[in-house]
């Protein structure tokens, strides 16, 4: 059986994650944009896109979503 501290260290985990995706998300995409090798209108659609995935928690999408800009 699990205890709440366990299930504390699990979203703490999950936390850390997310801001190390976001982190590397963010910089990958600022890298094409600046090369031009994206516009605006991609950016944002990639951004909307990263961020339903983080509200989800979906840390293996978000992974593969990064992984495929």
């Known amino acids: ?3 709440k501290g366990d299930a504390n260290n ?3 985990i999950n ?3 997310l801001e190390e995706l ?3 998300f963010s910089f990958k995409l600022a890298e094409k944009l600046e090369k031009g ?5 991609e950016t944002q659609e990639k951004i ?4 339903m995935l983080a509200k989800e ?9 990064m992984n495929e800009i």
Do not use: P, V, W
Request: proline share 0%; glycine share 4%; net charge negative.
């Open 1 to 3: 059986m699990r205890k």
């Open 10 to 12: 699990i979203h703490e």
């Open 15 to 17: 936390k850390n994650q």
């Open 22 to 24: 976001s982190k590397s």
């Open 37 to 41: 090798e994206i516009g605006l209108d």
């Open 48 to 51: 909307h896109n990263f961020l």
């Open 57 to 65: 928690e979906n840390i293996a999408e978000m992974e593969k979503f």
